[in-house]
């Protein structure tokens, strides 16, 4: 990672690295919770890929102090597709894909053993919720590409994905895009309606461990 990036007293993203501005939430956040002060270098991007160095005076006015940099895109897009879980692990889940460099995050909609439903009115307000979460999380983590987390898909409509099952094989470079189940796992049907099962381990993982673990292993297969 640059070191410039690393080194931050904070990494925000604005609408245009161009001419950078905070929204009021992020200006609150740097100045008030972070307490930057206008000698600390902070990093600001689009979330596709471009980023500068900036400072920011108590007024939360931001003076730019580096070119624009651009980062390619990683080498091939990860995606994890989960399904919803109880409580806050659906925020916890979204928050760890995207510190682990997940690009796209794709709720499920139920499958046949889901116990947790989420009504469309619930559903669209909890995607908000997790797209902030995952805002947070890609900033706390110096990413300079988002995360799309999408609106909730059918299992059947995730084009190309790998069906998480301990009956699965091991993952390798090959496997991109990640389907976990419900605590009650997936049917037969419904693993072999995808393009294949993948193995995480000899142990059963809960639902958010096995799509950190998915996420882990994916992503360590691109970075070598
Ligand atoms: N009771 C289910 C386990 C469900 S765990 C069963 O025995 O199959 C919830 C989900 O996590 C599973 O649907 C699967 O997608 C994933 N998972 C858990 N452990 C896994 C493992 N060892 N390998 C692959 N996927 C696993």
Redesign the pocket.
Known sequence: MNSALRNSAAHVFVDSVDAPALGDVDAHHLLRVLRVKPCDVVTVSDGVGSWRTCVVDGDAKVEVTSDVMVEPPPKWKLTIAF?VVKGDRPEWTVQKLTEIGIDEIIVLAPTT?SVVRWDAGRANKNIERLRVVAREAAMQSRRVWLPNVRDLIDLAQVTGAY??????VPIDASHRTI????????TNDEISGGNG???????????E???I??AVLMSSCRTK
Do not use: K, Q
Request: glycine share 16%; no cysteine; hydrophobic share 45%.
């Open positions: 399904s053993r069906i998480a099952d301990p009956s699965g389907a976990i189940g419900p605590e009650g796992g997936f099962a993948v193995s995480l381990g000899e142990t059963i993982l809960r639902a461990t096995a799509a673990s998915a």
